[in-house]
């Protein structure tokens, strides 16, 4: 019986031993099962985590095209905006080109309408001198005639002539001077 009791106790110590080696067995693979679940939870963490950053990264993605669809079309109309400005200036420059030669013109023009009216001036001023001529001597034919009623036919013709060259001329100066103001 002693060496059943022996037996026994030599297997109850086994059998602790073994339970001790179980139970930290089953203590091991709890934290491992814990920590399994741990890293499972983290896999899903991290599953979802990746899956927000892949919607983030096509979010963004699109955001870039849209950006440099907007940067192209913002380069397009920098280029137009430079190009209608070159435009503008050289339809500026013309402009004041233009302006120029006008205003030289303008002066131009105020001189030679001066000097014209100058020549108006001395035209009307030796029309006056022709027809206060023409009156004195109009004045003189008249004298002559009352004194010298008794001269002949051909003098008188002569005097009718010279008065007739003297109204031709004032009417053809007096007609220059009025197309010459005009």
């Known amino acids: 019986e002693?060496?059943?009791?022996?037996?026994?106790?030599?297997?109850?110590?086994?059998l602790e031993s073994e339970l001790e080696e179980h139970e930290t067995m089953v203590s091991e693979l709890t934290e491992q099962v814990e920590?399994?679940?741990?890293?499972?939870?983290?896999?899903?963490?991290?599953?979802?985590?990746?899956?927000?950053?892949?919607?983030?990264?096509?979010?963004?993605?699109?955001?870039?095209?849209?950006?440099?669809?907007?940067?192209?079309?913002y380069e397009e109309l920098e280029e137009e905006r430079m190009a209608t400005e070159r435009e503008l200036r050289e339809e500026l420059e013309i402009s004041r080109n233009t302006h120029f030669q006008?205003?030289?013109?303008?002066?131009?023009?105020?001189?030679?309408?001066?000097?014209?009216?100058?020549?108006?001036?001395?035209?009307?001023?030796?029309?006056?001198?022709?027809?206060?001529?023409?009156?004195?001597?109009?004045?003189?034919?008249?004298q002559d005639r009352e004194e010298t009623e008794g001269i002949d036919e051909e003098k008188m013709q002569q005097f009718a002539q010279m008065r007739a060259q003297l109204l031709e001329q004032s009417k053809t100066v007096s007609t220059s001077v009025s197309y010459d103001v005009d």
């Open 2 to 14: 002693q060496v059943a009791v022996e037996k026994l106790t030599k297997l109850k110590d086994s």
């Open 35 to 73: 920590c399994c679940i741990g890293a499972e939870n983290m896999v899903e963490k991290l599953t979802d985590s990746n899956l927000e950053l892949e919607e983030k990264m096509l979010t963004m993605a699109n955001e870039l095209s849209d950006l440099e669809a907007l940067r192209d079309c």
């Open 102 to 142: 006008l205003t030289k013109k303008i002066e131009e023009q105020g001189e030679q309408n001066n000097d014209l009216q100058g020549v108006v001036m001395q035209f009307r001023s030796y029309v006056n001198q022709l027809q206060a001529q023409l009156k004195e001597t109009q004045a003189q034919l008249s």
